[in-house]
């Protein structure tokens, strides 16, 4: 017959259990869809509305707003830590090398805040917003639509260090690309399908002018058709867009072009070079649904990457300073 156990062990082992609960709700803690179900019915309209408006003006700014969310997360997490100004007490993300005269839409997210903080004051945070945004730029622009999950808080600080070394640089080869996508534990058929996000947006020819210039796994007339707008020296903040053939269509065009040796930024075509992401790109190139699904996965895993939830960070009133 086994011995029954104490009290105080009994007490001992529900005390541990507690303890363990404890810590893994810390340490998984879920967002969810319905988090503002009560307290900001209207919120996700409300963000929608004003994302749609915005694209519809500028469809360019569709792009704006996903990057926004893509390079809050790639440093310390998804909160809203790249919308905040310089300070006293920190220097922020805005002048990090991959966002000093590149990042925009701050305007269009200080539209949103405003309109969010009339109809429910201190309850729907920045962070939030930047996941939301991104999601609704990507379907105005005729892409998937996928379930945002929310309940992220915002920081209080910025890290303009993390974002000189976090994000992925446009001329980065390939093992670059999938360390930097690995640190965040996104895997290479996920590096593939985010960056399948440069179906939308334009690139300055600072970062394209060496490949158009110097790189041979270029379509010739590709590189010549760029270089009139993007000569060897000056027109550093000209234009071109990632995507030739649909630049304003989210669709899988993207990886056509990287197949026809035409993708814009080095790091473009790295995943197309006679590498291990060759046959992933071959695949979206031919199924667009395939890609379109698994890019909604992963900007759903990205979104969740070390957010703050529960009584970490704060509800930003503005989202470029701290309460």
């Given at each position: ?10 007490l001992t082992t529900i005390k541990l259990f507690l ?13 969810s869809p319905t988090f503002y179900a009560t307290s ?28 926004l969310h893509f390079h809050d997360c790639f440093v ?248």
């Open positions: 017959m086994a011995p029954f156990l104490s009290i105080p062990s009994i303890l363990f609960s404890f810590f893994v709700g810390m340490v998984y803690t879920q967002l900001c019915p209207n919120a996700l309209s409300t963000i929608k509305s004003a994302v749609d408006s915005a694209v519809s003006s500028e469809p360019r700014m569709g792009a704006s707003l996903l990057r310390n997490g998804c909160d809203a830590s790249v919308l905040l100004d310089d300070n006293s007490t920190f220097t922020g993300e805005k002048t990090a090398g991959p966002n000093n005269n590149s990042l925009r839409g701050f305007d269009v997210v200080d539209t949103i805040k405003s309109q969010l903080e009339n109809i429910c004051p201190g309850v729907v945070s920045c962070a939030d917003i930047l996941a939301v945004a991104a999601r609704d730029s990507v379907v105005a622009l005729g892409g998937t639509n996928w379930t945002v999950q929310l309940g992220r808080r915002d920081s209080t600080t910025a890290n303009v260090t993390a974002a000189n070394s976090n994000i992925p640089a446009p001329t980065l080869n390939l093992s670059g690309l999938l360390s930097a996508f690995s640190n965040k534990g996104l895997t290479a058929k996920e590096l593939v399908a985010l960056s399948g996000s440069h179906t939308i947006g334009q690139a300055r020819c600072t970062v394209f002018r060496t490949r158009i210039y110097n790189e041979t796994n270029i379509d010739s007339s590709f590189a010549t058709s760029l270089k009139s707008n993007c000569p060897s020296t000056g027109g550093d903040n000209n234009l071109a867009p990632l995507d030739l053939t649909s630049p304003t269509s989210f669709d899988n065009a993207y990886f056509k072009n990287l197949i026809s040796n035409k993708g814009l930024l080095h790091s473009d075509q790295e995943l197309f070079n006679g590498g291990s992401t060759d046959s992933q790109v071959n695949a979206y190139s031919s199924n667009s649904a395939s890609f379109l699904t698994d890019f909604a996965n992963a900007m759903v895993k990205m979104g969740n990457l070390s957010p703050l939830t529960g009584t970490s960070g704060q509800i930003r009133k503005n989202c470029r300073k701290t309460n």
